[in-house]
């Protein structure tokens, strides 16, 4: 086993009916995977969610509170009296990642399009910033496209290298494009970018459902998820590495001292069964990665889940929090 951490893993059902294999009762949404290899569940979190936990947080100043996502709302959680308040937030849907940056947790508010600033000091919106200014004019639909919705598709704000406010994004032009596939109506892939808040500059990395943006040794690394790998760019947001993930990447953490990455891979959903290649099933998993080379150590197998949500290495602040909910 090649663990050097202690992990907490997020997981939930699939969304979409034709994709779901497990009841919500089977789904264990919050587990922690311990450095020998076992898996147990935070019991506490197993009803949470019409599908699971996509994202949990906790600031260094404030004491004993998590913030936990489960889809359309945050919940703001004392761990000692395991009471919990919903942010005040409206119009929230799929959220994906939470992350604090200067003191404001931002929020991806993916639905709708939004990254959001919420000051949980004063308890309230601080901003939404909204990424219809971004998009670019759709003319007429692009040769055999049978569907266009209007959305970016937003899942993770980031601060670059350069402190810039940005966000990670699927669609770059604002503009989702569906074709079909065998019968079935498939979403196409390959615009996927990042938008720099601050500057408005977009990058144009033609990556595949993105998730999960880390900055690692003066690198990017990406989830380029439909693209089963790990996208590695430089600081001015050239592709010098891709690594093969064999599956759909979303969570991910590192630690530059032990030199290793942690990147959760999604089983295979049922309904693209027919148009992957043969022998492309798989289920849940932790990969584990060396950083400086690049090579997988070890695959990790995560029940209970349809979906990796998101990988954390847990701290000691974590870890304690988490522990009370456990008794």
């Known amino acids: 086993m090649s663990l050097k951490h202690e992990l907490l893993i997020l997981g939930s059902r699939n969304a979409k009916e034709a994709d779901q294999e497990l009841s919500r009762e089977q789904v264990r949404p919050v587990q922690i995977l311990t450095r020998d290899g076992v898996i147990h569940a935070v019991g506490f979190f197993d ?80 901003e939404r910033r909204a990424l219809e200014i971004y998009r670019v004019k759709l003319d007429e639909l692009e040769e055999g496209a049978e569907k266009v919705k209007d959305r970016f598709h937003c899942n993770q704000v980031f601060k670059d290298y350069n402190g810039d406010l940005c966000v990670l994004i699927h669609h770059i032009s604002g503009w989702q494009f569906y074709k079909v596939v065998f019968e079935m109506l498939v979403r196409r892939q390959g615009d996927g970018g990042v938008i720099n808040l601050e500057t408005g ?36 947001w050239n592709l010098i590495d891709s690594v093969n993930n064999g599956g759909f990447g979303r969570g991910m953490d590192f630690s530059e001292k032990e030199n290793v990455a942690y990147v959760g891979i999604s089983a295979t959903r049922k309904r693209y069964l027919r148009v992957i290649p043969a022998g492309g099933k798989h289920d849940n998993r932790v990969l584990v990665l060396d950083i400086r080379s690049k090579k997988e150590l070890e695959s990790i197998s995560v029940p209970n889940i349809e979906q990796v949500d998101n990988v954390y290495i847990l701290d000691g602040v974590l870890k304690d929090m988490l522990s009370s909910l456990s008794d």
């Open 47 to 126: 009803d949470w969610g019409k599908v699971g936990v996509s994202s949990i947080v906790h600031h260094p100043d404030i004491k004993n509170t998590l913030f936990v996502s489960v889809n359309d709302e945050i919940r703001r959680l004392n761990v000692v009296t395991r009471e919990y308040s919903v942010l005040n937030i409206p119009r929230l849907a799929d959220i994906h990642d939470l992350h604090f940056h200067d003191d404001l947790l931002w929020i991806s508010n993916t639905e709708y399009d939004e990254a959001i600033a919420y000051d949980v000091f004063r308890n309230e919106v601080k």
């Open 201 to 236: 500059e977009i990058h144009q990395l033609k990556l595949q459902s993105p998730h999960s943006v880390r900055l690692v040794q003066g690198q990017y690394w990406i989830q380029d998820s439909t693209d089963h790998s790990t996208k590695i760019f430089d600081k001015e």
